[in-house]
């Protein structure tokens, strides 16, 4: 069979295809369902493949282009969804003029006569926060398929190619795409109440079982040129460190074009709002911001300072300096060479001076990185890890985003995780090698403090992963 044959099947069985997705519109509801929650509404959106339009609309873009190479389906997609504009077209040739913020590839590539050249065409429509989205069945269920075709359980279809994992990845990044995460959804396709939420919304997420799901979701984004010079703000929570805030200045690296420094003073009772005043007549060359927080804890103290802040790139340097502040220029340089999105510290490969980290302190960040690295879908080793850099205007978006969570974060560590990952951020760990503090003592209470991160971990795989 050639790529006209599979052309000419696909339109000679218009309304088989028409029917076989009303037999399984849990399956396609599901789909709609996930996309949704991926793709943010409001959004520039493409899809391609687009058939009767349904999947493009449940995204609820701002601006929704469909393309398919079947006429009757284009067809089909414009009297369902006039709002939206449908083209007959062949996605490995492309002929559109302009930039999308999310592209869709649902159960597509499977069938497509040249993969490669398909993501190869992707590249005119892509800008550098573009991301794609595919689905793709797993492999895994590849004998069950054909055992129902040849039972006469399910009409037989053009012979699938047959693409692991590794296939797409490969061949994403052969035309300048990189993979950020992947996940498998659905074990049961039918609908029944009580077992779709024990199979599908419960087992169906458990790792190992996970690996079952029937549809794989890929989120992939462009690979671009590394940035300009940036402008830093340096965000320094504080509370009862007076004897860490002239060195915070002092071990700091300049880099980037401007850098500002936003010390951010949470009722302390050992002067350290004085101490931050002193450093800041002390250096008057450096670009030193002093404020008090309105409220109490890390997480206000770090989100009124990102208000303030001025520059492209936002960093949190915990006023412990137990993360050398001599490694913040690692952070910048991975956030301006595009190794990631959202650069996150990890204190645990290089060994630790003794007093740094107590034995349930590892425990608990151990937990937490496999915990986390699951609910993600991205590998995290270190969740609490306070050093945290990204770009102001993704801040700015998962701010705006917050509502999906909540405030739930005292601490503002697990909020800005939560958000990158809601917003498919790609995330990238710079390791550090953790010291003991020179002064003061931790503010950290293990048992409270690691019982509430426990109920914001929960939270947060609901949030994120059993829906």
Not at 18 to 24: A, C, P, Q, S, V
Not at 327 to 346: R, V
Request: aromatic share 12%; hydrophobic share 40%; with cysteine.
């Amino acid at each position: 069979m050639n790529k006209e044959d599979i052309k000419a099947f696909y339109q000679d069985h218009l309304e088989q295809r028409l029917k076989k997705k009303k037999r399984n519109r849990f399956y396609h509801r599901q789909v709609e369902k996930n996309m949704a929650f991926i793709i943010p509404e409001g959004s520039k959106v493409l899809e391609l493949g687009c058939g009767d339009g349904d999947l493009l609309k449940s995204v609820a873009p701002s601006y929704g282009v469909g393309i398919d190479f079947v006429g009757g389906m284009v067809q089909r997609a414009r009297e369902r969804h006039p709002e939206l504009t449908f083209y007959q077209m062949d996605a490995e040739a492309l002929e559109l003029d302009e930039k999308f913020d999310y592209i869709i590839i649902s159960d597509l590539v499977g069938v497509l006569w040249d993969v490669q050249k398909m993501f190869r065409q992707l590249n005119k429509v892509v800008h550098p926060r573009t991301r794609l989205v595919m689905t793709y069945y797993n492999n895994i269920w590849e004998p069950v398929i054909k055992l129902g075709e040849f039972l006469g359980l399910k009409r037989k279809q053009p012979v699938h190619n047959w693409l692991t994992l590794k296939d797409l990845e490969n061949l994403l990044y052969l035309e300048n795409f990189q993979l950020i995460k992947h996940y498998n959804k659905l074990l049961f396709p039918k609908y029944i109440p009580l077992i779709h939420f024990i199979v599908n919304v419960f087992l169906g997420n458990l790792p190992l079982l996970n690996r079952l799901g029937i549809t794989r979701y890929m989120i992939a984004r462009p690979e671009v040129e590394p940035g300009r010079d940036y402008s830093v703000s340096i965000v320094v929570p504080a509370r009862n460190e007076k004897g860490n805030i002239e060195n915070a200045i002092r071990r700091t690296p300049s880099f980037g074009w401007h850098q500002e420094f936003i010390f951010m003073e949470g009722n302390s009772s050992d002067g350290t709002y004085r101490e931050m005043l002193r450093v800041q007549d002390q250096y008057p060359d450096v670009d030193i911001k002093v404020s008090r927080q309105s409220g109490k804890g890390k997480g206000n103290a770090v989100r009124e300072a990102f208000e303030q802040a001025g520059g492209d790139v936002l960093m949190i340097l915990d006023a412990d300096l137990t993360t050398p502040p001599e490694d913040m220029g690692k952070f910048y340089e991975a956030l301006k060479q595009n190794k990631g999105e959202f650069i996150n510290g990890c204190r645990l490969v290089y060994p630790m001076e003794k007093q740094a980290m107590r034995l349930l302190n590892r425990l608990g960040n151990k937990f937490f990185s496999f915990f986390f690295t699951h609910v993600l879908d991205q590998r995290i080793k270190d969740t609490l890890c306070g050093t945290k850099v990204l770009f102001k205007k993704d801040y700015e978006k998962i701010r705006d985003n917050r509502s999906y969570f909540g405030n739930f974060d005292p601490f503002g560590d697990f909020d800005l995780l939560f958000g990158a990952a809601k917003l498919n951020l790609k995330i990238t760990e710079i390791i550090v090698r953790y010291r003991s503090r020179e002064y003061g003592a931790t503010q950290i209470s293990r048992f409270r403090h690691g019982l509430l991160l426990l109920r914001m971990s929960a939270f947060a795989a609901r949030k994120l992963k059993f829906k």
